[in-house]
Nanobody
Framework: QVQLVESGGGLVQPGGSLRLSCTGS????????MGWHRQAPGKEREFVAS???????FYGGSVKGRFTVSRDTPQNAVYLEMNNLEPADTAVYYC???????????WGQGTQVTVSS
């Protein structure tokens, strides 16, 4: 089993920045891929970013160039640095983990990010 806990969400003005953190426990070291998805009200959950155990990163098209995903393997943590935030980035952000390059098998409880003036 793997448990994921997110933190760092909140309210930020357009153009601002936030850093999300996710700490894993349990069988987290067997997870090849860790990353982030988000779900806005009335919309389906969408992929944001991920990072594999060998450091390869992947980004969704709408966040590329603004968001940066990183991983601290000894600390069982993954981070999402979000810059130049837009109101369209408002969503619940979920940490996710997968044992390979397939769909996530584990999810955190989510943290709310609201971008508004």
């Amino acid at each position: 089993q793997v448990q994921l806990v997110e933190s760092g969400g909140g309210l930020v003005q357009p153009g601002g920045s936030l850093r999300l953190s996710c700490t894993g426990s349990g069988n987290i070291r067997n997870m090849n891929t860790m990353g982030w998805h988000r779900q806005a009200p009335g919309k389906e959950r969408e992929f944001v970013a991920s990072i594999s155990s060998d450091g390869r990163t992947f980004y969704g098209g709408s966040v590329k160039g603004r968001f940066t995903v990183s991983r601290d393997t000894p600390q069982n943590a993954v981070y999402l640095e979000m810059n130049n935030l837009e109101p369209a980035d408002t969503a619940v952000y979920y940490c996710a983990a997968a044992p390979n390059y397939g769909p996530p098998g584990y999810w955190g409880q989510g943290t709310q990010v609201t971008v508004s003036s």
